[in-house]
């Protein structure tokens, strides 16, 4: 069965799964292996639970024509999403960057949903699975696509682009994350600019933050549409932007105060309403929708516990994003300060270095009191009466059982996913 005829089967399903447990009546199972499974062997079970096609690619599990057998249901899945992509013909917002993807395209989709019907990566969907399924859940009703592209390492982002084939890209920054695959800072901004090289190739537009050297740089020859702070040359040239805790932009007199914390936030509300002015969205209803976005998952949210003000970005870390959120804490005008950072991951041989540099930055600070958990972290320690280390939240835990925070404190909680910090809310 070739592409094609996949596809018009596809069609007829309502929608696609590769999960049984969250299969609905009607839509078509994809069988992709995983490390510790094969997928193949749910076959029959995916068809009970309303299936009406499964794709496989181990004939041992064929059972009637409802089983479409491939050579490999992985690569079929990818194939099937660019086939998809082409059907539609609608135009396709692209987006990477070290920091701040998901965020950004979260505001880019609130933006263009003001005048279009949008339709966006879920979560963090951002690999070589999560990409194919974003581009199969765009409908016939949707008129611009938003994909967001993650990558660990090189190559990555290019074959992401052939699968998506984006009209339009842009990269929120380059910076110091997934070291460990990339193989160092180079690596990064050579893997993030496979972006570049597809937009360029195919005579697509980029958008570029005229701030970021390395964007400029790097998007040369390519049409683009740029934004900036104070740039007369920007096509989006933004007058104003402040962050004490919350942004607040201002563009064409217009001012936008958003439900962001840190001024590292600026940059992607800045990108999102450039993408809205390209698509014609109108000044008032591009304010409107960053004015009512609220971030949800860990990422930069502003909660309220008992007395305590704090500002959790929890969902991860690496050494860029940790140093402007720490600059940003420091910089804001509130007493009784208090800073809880976890180890950052996936930094390979740079990661002792990294840690070191921001517990350097951290010692001679006077405004905040810091506590630093995990192992990399804890290998750094010089702790004096600002700075405190922990091996383990485990230890933090008990710590924090026996000596509790001045009332009225301002918090910031920042590590990497797998320290899972959002855990020091039950404490406090």
Do not use: W
């Not at 581009?135 to 016939?140: C, E, G, M, P, R």
């Not at 110091?176 to 937009?199: P, Q, T």
């Not at 360029?200 to 958008?207: C, G, H």
């Amino acid at each position: 069965m070739n592409i094609k005829e996949i596809h018009d089967l596809f069609l007829k399903c309502k929608s696609l799964s590769i999960d049984t447990r969250k299969i609905e009546k009607d839509s078509i199972f994809f069988a992709i292996k995983g490390e510790n499974f094969d997928a193949n062997t749910f076959a029959q079970e995916a068809l009970q639970r309303g299936a009406l096609f499964v794709v496989i690619d181990n004939p041992s599990y064929l059972i009637d024509h409802r089983t479409i057998l491939v050579e490999n249901s992985l690569k079929t899945l990818q194939e099937l999403a660019k086939f998809h992509r082409r059907y539609l013909k609608i135009p396709i917002v692209a987006l990477t960057g070290s920091n701040g993807k998901t965020t950004t395209k979260e505001l880019i989709n609130v933006v263009l949903s003001q005048k279009y019907n949008t339709k966006a990566t879920v979560g963090n969907l951002n690999n070589h699975i999560g990409v194919p399924l974003t581009l199969l859940s765009f409908t016939n009703e949707t008129e611009i696509g938003i994909v967001e592209m993650g990558a660990n390492h090189k190559k990555e982002i290019e074959f992401l682009c052939e699968i998506a084939q984006p009209d339009y890209g842009y990269i929120t920054n380059f910076g110091k994350a997934h070291l460990e695959g990339f193989g160092g800072v180079e690596g990064v901004i050579e893997g993030k600019s496979e972006m570049y090289k597809y937009l360029l190739e195919n005579n697509k537009l980029v958008f570029i933050n005229l701030d970021d050297p390395i964007q400029v740089e790097k998007s040369k020859n390519i049409k683009s549409f740029t934004f900036g702070i104070h740039n007369s040359f920007a096509d989006l040239n933004v007058q104003k932007t402040e962050a004490n805790p919350f942004v607040v932009i201002t563009y064409n007199d217009f001012i936008v105060n958003s439900n962001l914390i840190g001024l590292y936030n600026a940059n992607n509300i800045n990108a999102a309403a450039a993408i809205g002015i390209r698509f014609n969205v109108d000044n008032d209803n591009i304010k409107a929708a960053i004015e009512n976005y609220v971030p949800t998952n860990n990422r930069s949210q502003l909660l309220k516990k008992d007395s305590f003000q704090i500002i959790l970005d929890a969902y991860n870390a690496n050494p860029s994003s940790m140093a402007v959120a720490i600059t940003n804490f420091l910089q804001l005008d509130n007493s009784n300060k208090i800073m809880i950072l976890g180890d950052m991951f996936e930094l390979g041989n740079e990661s002792q270095q990294e840690h070191k540099i921001i517990v350097d930055s951290l010692t001679n600070q006077k405004s905040s009191t810091v506590y630093l958990i995990g192992k990399s972290f804890f290998g750094n320690s010089v702790a004096n009466e600002k700075l405190h280390f922990f091996e383990t939240f485990e230890d933090f835990a008990e710590y924090l059982k026996e000596n509790k925070f001045k009332k009225q404190s301002t918090i910031l909680i920042k590590g990497s996913r797998g320290m899972a910090l959002e855990r020091t809310l039950d404490y406090l």
